[in-house]
């Protein structure tokens, strides 16, 4: 009635319960993907750029700039060049609205021509400000 088991049998289950066990290790060791808790935003008409921390929370894009009340921050990222550049799919948005600057960004590319040498830190509370300047 049963059936021997072949000592091959036995060797290949051992290995695949070791290549198994390996492959976890390495799938859940901690090493994956790191994600950046800021989200650099650039004003379309000056050319400020801003860092928001985004720890646990969702920014709304275009931002509200913290001083003038305006939807005009957009993402932006540094390029390996150092130029700043505001991603493509959300240039077509940009460009629909009319906001932009042709002096600060430029058109087709995204490349923001006017960015500030400094980086201005600013919480997502600033973000949600609707002061208005006089």
Do not use: C, Y
Request: a positive charge.
């Amino acid at each position: 009635m049963g059936q021997k088991v072949k000592a091959w049998q036995i060797a290949l289950f051992v290995a695949a319960a070791a290549v198994l066990a390996v492959s976890a290790f390495f799938a859940f060791r901690g090493s994956g993907v790191e994600f950046s808790n800021r989200v650099m935003l650039v004003d379309v008409k000056t050319g400020q750029v801003f860092a928001v921390d985004s720890t646990n929370k969702t920014i709304t894009v275009p931002a509200r700039h913290p001083e003038t009340g305006e939807r005009t921050l957009f993402p932006v990222e540094r390029e390996e060049k150092g130029e700043w550049r505001i991603d493509p799919r959300v240039l077509s948005d940009l460009e629909s609205t009319g906001l932009a600057e042709p002096t600060v960004i430029e058109q087709g590319s995204g490349r923001v021509i006017g960015a500030a040498s400094s980086i201005r830190q600013i919480s997502p509370r600033d973000l949600a400000s609707r002061r208005r300047a006089g």
